[in-house]
């Protein structure tokens, strides 16, 4: 298959990542070194996309509006009388679904959801700070972003509607059918193929050059963005992590990806497995460009043009704040390459870490975990509504 214009040998930002920055120890993990050349096996995934959903959206949400169409979905997964028309499109793309396969395990999945819940605010930091602002490394997996007016919308409004999706998916029960995570899983997903069909048919979108938007591989390399980058963001942020919340943060978004439409085969199981997946994708990435650094810019000043806190002190020093961040968990090199700013005021944010290790101590005690589990998930709770109410 011919190789898009996108897919190259990284030689910049993910090539340092891997040879001196963290990701080095992570391939330390690996019992051998990956070959670049297999990569070449995923070439195919970046024509590839989600036929069950889009067929879902091109019928119901392009023809009666997207609005209705995310409300007549959450009318039957909510077990509401909708016209038999409707009734049969998306029962048809339901029966897509394996909402409970075999190799389910609930335990595994609530160990995964009380992580990201006890993460607390430090979780959210590590999810706006080094998942998101480092994904913008990658210039072709932000090309759906710049097609669909991400930078006009502005950061502020995606922020919000990620960290919605992110603290409903991690309540208790979530993920069970009729759970707000199942649902927001599920939106999501009608979002997604929205967004293709209409870069498609409506844009300029090149394929030769960027593969499929919203591709299967691209849609692979966000939930490693959630699992695994999220798991080595808490570690940089001195958080001692248990093995069976490894596990379970693994097999947690195994199971979102799968709601999420990617084929189960290409979701890993293990730390290792997704260490192998990150390797592949990130070092056949192109380097960052011009709407790389715009997209990061605007993240970097998203505080400032936020409506909380309230004083455009506050909203300064959080710009700060976040910005020490960015340069604590990507490194120089790659904040150099996005053009974030260094700070210095914003040091005051080390605090945070030193308190995590410190807190993070006596996590063997279930005791002291469980307390970090119920004040993690009232922080994430509170974040939501600030934004939801000032956003």
Known sequence: MKKPERYKINTTSFSYYWSKGIG????????????????????????????????????????????????LILDYLQGKAIESIYDKLISDFMNTL??????????????????????????????RDYCLMGGYESSAINKPLIFTGALKKGAVKRLTETVTFWVDITADQALRKGGIGFEAILLTRCIHS????????????????????????DILATNLGFSLVYLIGLKQMK?????????????????????????LDLLPDTEEEAIKALYYWTMTQKEGDQDSIALAQALMEEPVHAAYPTSRFGRKLMREVHL?????????????????????????????ILKNKKENSQILKD???????????????????IYLKYN
């Open 24 to 71: 080095a120890k992570l391939l330390d993990k690996l019992p051998n070194k990956p070959n670049l050349a297999d990569a070449d096996q995923y070439i195919p995934l970046l024509y590839q996309y989600d036929e069950a959903c889009d067929r879902l959206v091109e019928h119901l949400h392009l023809k009666i509006g997207f609005t209705k169409g995310q409300q």
């Open 98 to 127: 394996a909402i409970e396969p075999q190799w389910l395990d609930w335990q595994k999945v609530q160990q995964g959801i009380a992580l990201s819940q006890r993460s607390g605010l430090t979780g959210l930091i590590v999810l």
């Open 194 to 217: 929205f967004a293709r069909l209409n870069i498609l048919n409506h844009g300029d979108w090149v394929t030769d050059k960027w593969g499929i938007p919203l591709n299967t591989w």
């Open 239 to 263: 958080f001692n992590l248990l093995e069976s919340e490894i596990n379970g943060i693994m097999h947690l978004w195994k199971y979102i990806g799968s709601l999420l439409g990617i084929p």
């Open 324 to 352: 020490y961040y960015n340069n604590y968990l990507l490194g120089n090199y790659s904040c150099n390459l996005l053009g974030l700013e260094k700070t210095t005021i914003g040091k005051i944010a080390y605090f945070n």
């Open 367 to 385: 005791k002291v975990r469980q307390q970090q589990i119920r004040k993690g998930r009232k922080v994430h709770e509170g974040v939501k509504e």
